[in-house]
Each structure stands twice: as C-alpha cells, then as structure tokens.
Nanobody
C-alpha cells in the first residue's frame, strides 16, 4: 500500500523557520496534486499550500510570501519551507497527495500521519 511520511516538525521561536518534508512510498505509478494542510487545536483542518504535477502552486492568504511549497517528482517528495513563522502557525501539519497505483487505476487521496509545528512567542 501507499503511505506518506512527514518529517521536519518541531518547536521554533517566532520569526524562525522550518522545512517540512513528505515522502510517498509503496506502489506508486504516478502522483497528481500534492499539498499541505494544517489543523490547530479547536479549529478545522485548512489548506496551507498545494502544488500540481506540473508545478503550479496555490497558497492560503495567511502564508503567502512566507511559505514555499515544492516537490521532487523523482523522489515522490513534497516540501514546505516555512519562514517568518508566527505563533498562529502552530498546528499539526498534514501531507496530502493524489496517487495512482498503476496504469488504468483511479487516483486515491492519501494522507500522512501529521507532524506538529509549535511556534513560541
């Protein structure tokens, strides 16, 4: 089966930076869109950034100019560079990808287990 494994979360002071990584493994034929979501305590999960297989990106207004999403298709990996972090960025960050296991298969949406990012003031 396919799984996504995130890494790179942790504790950082306001104004600092972190880089999240998410690697897909397992039976993978192709990956379409990939993205990062986050969920803060007591809030709904929200989209942070997404990137298509062709490299077109989309960002939440709250992170524009501070976060950068990128992907390495050869490594089936998506990254999230987070700069100028704010306490309100504190959340569990989840990786998401649409993955096809073989030719003719339909794309399935896969989620990672999440990685905690804590920004102290």
């Amino acid at each position: 089966q396919v799984q996504l494994v995130e890494s790179g979360g942790g504790l950082v002071q306001a104004g600092g930076f972190l880089r999240l990584s998410c690697a897909a493994s397992g039976r993978i034929f192709s990956i379409d869109g990939m993205g990062w979501y986050r969920q803060a305590p007591g809030k709904q999960r929200e989209l942070v950034a997404s990137i298509t297989s062709g490299g077109i990106t989309n960002y939440a207004d709250s992170v524009k100019g501070r976060f950068t999403i990128s992907r390495d298709n050869a490594k089936n990996t998506v990254y999230l560079q987070m700069n100028s972090l704010k306490p309100e960025d504190t959340a569990v960050y989840y990786c998401n990808a649409d993955i096809r296991g073989g030719p003719g298969y339909r794309y399935l949406e896969v989620w990672g287990q999440g990685t905690l990012v804590t920004v102290s003031s």
